[in-house]
């Protein structure tokens, strides 16, 4: 890139935005594939794999994705929680297909409405 | 390609002394062995500033801050973490004296109290990509004040904001600007202060190695007030990571168009060059710094006519430190109101009044979270010590804090409540100076440590005038007579005029505040000055001449059983006995190594 | 009657012939051979000249000028020092005994050297005999041409 | 009237002066046209007798060039003399004996040992014979000239009307006395040089004088010169300075000394002992032992200086006692 | 202007003087180590601190370096001033206690003893106190850049560049004159056997040469000043007010068109030396007459008081006759003019000084007026005369006074006898010898020269004054030695005889000349160089040469070297010639 003008400056800032607004822990969604081993085994990655895709198709820059270990349920695998900011609980989606994963994104990450078919339960454990 | 997960693994020096990019090559290899180079990024970032625990990394945007790392924890670590999103615990940073470990790096009370405006970007961005210095706002502040602000604007603006010169001095910079801007003349120079000569202080290292940028971007903006077409960064040449990253952040922004002609097409152009400091600590002066950048001996001149007036090559120049240099963009960024709000007085009415914005400072000594620290001004020693600091190391008493490297001075537990700032600490004899704070506990003993300083700036002296070079060495050679015990009532006497001359009559501030850790440790120590010279005692256990090493009996014999251990490592043959018996320490054979007293496992050895 | 030689003598103004002048003056007895002729400076002397006196009956000619260094015009016995080895290579040339082409210095205060000399190239002269040249019987002058 | 008649004789000649009357190309046709040639022996078939026939002073021009060498060449000179209205010496030869005058610097009996005895390239059967101007053969007596001891020029032996120097006369020159001749222009005092100017030919040579002080003088093939500054300067023994101009310095500008072919300038009678004179002035030494070394570099003198006027110089010929 | 208070004195100074000239002005002493007028100030020795008083804000400041500022009190002398010089005295006089400018400013500072002893003791007494004059000196004034500081803190020291004798030190001294306490030395030549103006000429390169120089203004000697070394001091041009000292002014030679040329160059003085046997050159107090002449001179560098290179007067003179004339080795003719100022010397230290006097003659040749009458004089006044030629002058102590006198030996021919005269004092009369240089000029002019080197006049008895070439003169000893009288009394004739020439207004030329014919010649040059009087020249534009009759002479050698007979001299061409050889061949 050659020599710069003032409104390049906001143009540059916009492409790094996402990656540095990541790197401040900002973010409005957050969605973390449950990847214990038994996730991996069912296709937790192939999981991530799509909804990485999904995000980046559409640009988003506030959606957080992260991994964590198993859930817990083993049968359901593998899933995912989704946490909005702002909404009350988390959503639990379970037996995931890469499929399943555009309709929840544009359903619940972009219009807000939680994807009753493909949800486990509302919430998430107590822990002490 | 929209990663999920960034690695920022510490660049600065420390970790990387410490192997943290062995540790990055590692990451970036299992990140690969498990196909997910697609998804998490490593980037090298400058330094966090918490020195003690590196080489550390801070897992984005989770925040999870993991410290200590070896090579061969890092397969564990990727497989855990990344693979299963599961917190690898024996990593995480655990507080002194606390058992739970805290992942996330916002809550360790290390980052928690500080305030960034110079390291904001530390730890953020790769300071060798200058798209991410943009991205967090970077040059903004230029574009603001080429398109919107007249010089004169600028430099009401650095005025309104109190900022003072952060190299030790702390003259207000707006006046500085001011002064230098008015000075008829067609060429105007605008130089770094990179030297930092102080040992034990590195601020400006950290600052230029996490945000390069910051200071070009802050260089612009005081040229541009003063109508400066030529700057120079007068860096260390010992700071070799730092003067590569300011090299390719230069050549960065002069591809971008932001050194050279018509910058943003504006009319103005500005160029900077490097100037490798020789390794002479009085170099740090401005006069001298200046001598050395036109080709002279570092050497200092009176400065009865002020660098501002006449300074490189006898133009009119306007010297700044590092620190001073990077406030400046966030002052035109966030306005001169954000930055008084933060610090101590009123600079409303007198420029002088007070110590607004924040100070990095070099936590170092006996303190166990050492490191590179950005409070707020006012904040107490206390808070930096304790909290910050995470107390002293093993538990010990604390003693005394020395500020402002080798020209400070020693504050005491007494004053521990003391808000830093320039006009507090000058009172108490010590400064501000370039952010150096060493902690000292029980066993340092002050006037070793009194004389360690003395002879720093006694050996960097450039022996000009007669007082420093003289006088630093009469107040040595006492000193060196007072540790080996041959100190007598009248050498206190002595020390104390001979400190008070040398501060009058010196011709740089070299010379002037070379004696300012004895003259602090004299006032605020005296107690154990007189235990040197009339008992020949060191209550620091430190100065050779005067400690003894003792066996204490009973633990020899009930704990360790006379395990002989001591007798077999010392070098002298000075202990005495067999195994399964107490061992003494011959006195006179004894050469106070120490090393019976490391070596012994039951601590039966004592310092008297 | 013996023969009596007929010798031209080109003497310089300044220096020989004021000489001869001298050996007049002091009244010293010399051979009356020499028919004298006063150039200016012996530089003057054209080596034309002197071929020409052979051609008109001339048994032997001699040069007088100054002493090297004396000459009154400063260089001109230089010149006449290299004319005459070079010419004497042609008299020697057109078979003539170069015996009867001389150069000597004679100063203004030499009056005895000039008779001297004019005795001892008279004798020298009459030992080597007449000179016969075929051209003396060639009467027609060369035409010159202009 | 009548074509002015034109006669041509080549005595003791190489016949050089001959082909150059050629020389003057398509213009020999206007000559052709303007005279009635009567007498050219070396071009047509003219007897002797055809012009012991005419009556004298009955050609109105005659061009006589080579030197008198022997008896003949005396007797067809007083012929034409007598012959001709207009006689003219034609030539260096013809002028002032030329080369055939180098002859004079021996004797007629050393050339003939030389020629027909000693010479390598002679056979002699009876240790060599002389050719006699009389001997009787079965045919009839042969009657021969006879060689003369010394070469002279045309007027050593009759009164020459005009002179044409040059060996051979430059063409353009030639012409010049011609078309002269033919203009009917009032003729010059006799005894005039024609075809040639009052100047050396240092006039008409184009190279550069610059101060002349020789301390060494070199043979035309010893050195490379410089083909803009005079060969004298350069050490080169050039007779330019000693010559009359009229050829346009033709050898000069081909890089060789001129010979002096063309003769004294107007005032000089002898050439030789000008040049002489001339030389030694610019010698450089003064010391008797330098100025001998520095003669000696000059190998032949007398032929240098007396190539062509040995003839005509005030000696004539060496005398060989 | 601005004015300030110093210790109760109000001053009224220039604006950014420094403290220390405002003291100076107020009479006020402060005490300076490291201070030279010729240097900026350095401000290292840091005793001149004085405490300056603006407004409410006291600090210590260096009264050297200082700008004044209005409204300033300036304490010289103030307690804590006093006590700051007395430690920085102990500093300096624990480190250098024997160097005499420590201990006298210690003294002045009232300080005794410092109570600290000093690792880097240093009891030279020239020891360097590190002041930096000499480096600035050499540095800033001088600026040869030969010294400079190595090492910092306490091992600082003054060095040359590496330790070694540098080339571009131009041995000028200033940092030997500067330096306080002699450390610097510079190594002088051995001035044995020297004339005494070498020691006893001016200090420095701008002097006034004589008080009777013509202008009476000072010159500059360009080797020995600092300034065309180098480019730096000009300190001259500063203190001079006028600045009437312009360092750009050069030799300049101009040339003028004369008709005619009195040659009167003078002699030169035989150089004593080469009779190594009157160890001039190499004695002390054996001078030459000149020498001699100048210390008798009222203006010459011992203003007229005959002294010796000691200083004291002497006690005994020798006058040696006749050194390097009458003499085969040297010179035999007669320099004429020894005897009488010989003479005139005894009589001048007979009447300024009650030395005893000797001289050494071989003949006394007081020839001209007046001459004998003034030899008796001085026979009365009780000079010794001695007839006989001087042999050998040696070194010999005679006094006993410790002062190496000489001794004269010497054959007196009237006694008979050998003798040594022991004297303090030798004067020679050395030989008057033509110009080393007079070759050179002789060919300049076309003069020639007699055996015994002098110009050659033209008639030795007739026209002593014009020589062979025409309009050139000669007068005074150029043309062989002479007293005053005489030269003037030549000079005046060849005066007279260049106006008679102007007067007449035209100049006669000789009748016989050469002439070229310009239809005849053609440039072939070989006349040019020829003539020895340079009347060929060649034209350019015609192609021809061509003789200036002006000069030409009338030799006729270039019209027999004509290679084309171009060139005919009138009155002797080559037909009249020819035509003298027909006449003289019937």
Redesign the interface.
Known sequence: ??????ED?AK??E??????A??????RVRI??????CG?AAGARGI??AV?KE??ARNLHDV??????CAGLCSQEPMMTIEVLGEPAPVKYVLLTPEKITKIIDMHVLKGQVVKECALALGSERTR | MAYRTYLMVCAGTGCVANQSMKIKDKLESEIRKRGLQDEVSVVTTGCNGFCAVGPLMVVQPDGIFYQLLKETDIPFLVEEHFVKGRLVKELLYTPPREKAPIPKMSDIPFFADQTLIVLRNRGLINPENIDEYIARGGYQALAKVLTLMTPDQVIQEIKASGLRGRGGGGFPTGIKWETCKNVPSDTHYVICNADEGDPGAFMDRSTIESDPHAVIEGMLIGAYAIGSREGYVYIRNEYPIALERLQVAIKQAREYGLLGQKIFNKDFDFEIRIVRGAGAFVCGESTALMASIEGRPGEPRAKYVHTVERGLWDKPTCLNNVETWANVPQIIEKGAGWFSSIGTGDVTSDAWGGSKGTKVFSLAGKVNNTGLIEVPMGITLRKIIFDIGGGIKDGKKFKAVQTGGPSGGFIPESLLDLPVDYEELTKVGSMMGSGGMVVADENNCMVDMAKYFLAFTQAESCGKCVPCREGTKRMLDILEKITVGKGTEEDLVLLEELSNMVVESSLCALGGSAPNPVLTTLKYFREEYEAHVKDKHCPGHSCRELIQYIIDPELCLGKGHGCHVCAKNCPDGAIVGETKQVHTIDVMKCGKCGICYDVCKFDAIHIE | MAFEPKIIGFLCNWCSYTGADLAGVSRIKSAPNVRIIRTMCSGRVDPAFILKAFQLGADGVIVMGCHLGDCHYQEGNYKTIRRLPFLRRLVKGFGIDPRRLRLEWVSASEGDKFALLVNEMTEEIRSLGPLKLSVHHEIQQPVAHH | MAKPKLGLYWAASCGGCEIAVLDIHEKILDVAAAFDIVFWPVALDFKYSDVRAMEDKSIDLCLFNGSIRNSENAEIAHMMRAKSKVLVAFGSCALEGGIPGLANLTTKDAIWNYVYKESPSTVTKNGGTYPQTHSMMPEGSIDIPEMWETVKSLDQVVDVDYYVPGCPPQPEQIWGVIEYILSGKPLPAKGAVLGATDKTCCDECLRERKEKKLKKFFRPFEIQTDPNECLLDQGIVCMGPATRSGCGALCTKANVPCRGCYGPPPNVTDQGAKMVSALSSIIDAQDPQEIESILDQIVDPMGTFYRFSLAHSILRRVEKS | MVTINIDGKSVEVLEETTILKAAEQAGVWIPTMCHSEHLEPYGVCRLCSVEVVRGKRSRIVTACNFPVRGGMTIHTNSKKVQWLRQVIMELMLSRWPRVRVVKEMAERLAVKEPRFPSLERDEAEDACILCGMCVNMCNDVVKAGVLGFAHSGIKREVVLPFDERSDSCIVCGACAHVCPTGHIKVILEDYRGKKPEFTLGPKTPIYVPTLQAVPRVPVIDAESCIHFETGGCEICAKVCEPNAIDYSMQDEIVEIEVGQVLVSTGFDLFDASAMAQYGYGRLDNVYSSLEFESILNSTGPTGGKIVMKSGKEPKAVGIIHCIGSRDTNHHAYCSRVCCMYALKFAHLVRDRTDAAIYQFYIDMRAFGKGYEEFYNRLLDEGVTMIRGKAAEVVEGCWQGNGEPSLKIRCEDTLIGKFREVPVDMVVLCNAIEPRRDSDAVRRLFSISKSPDGFFLERHPKLDPTSTATEGVFIAGCAQGPKDIPDTVAQAGSAAARILSVIAKGEVEIEPVRAMVQEEYCSGCKICNNLCPYIAIEFLEEKKVSHVNEALCKGCGTCVAACPSSAMTGHGFTDAQILAELDGLMI
């Open positions: 890139m050659g020599k710069i003008a003032i400056l540059i800032q492409a790094a935005r996402y990656k540095i990541l790197r401040q822990g900002a973010g973390n594939v449950h990847m214990g081993t991996i991530l794999t990485m995000i980046e957080i994705i992260t991994n964590s270990g």
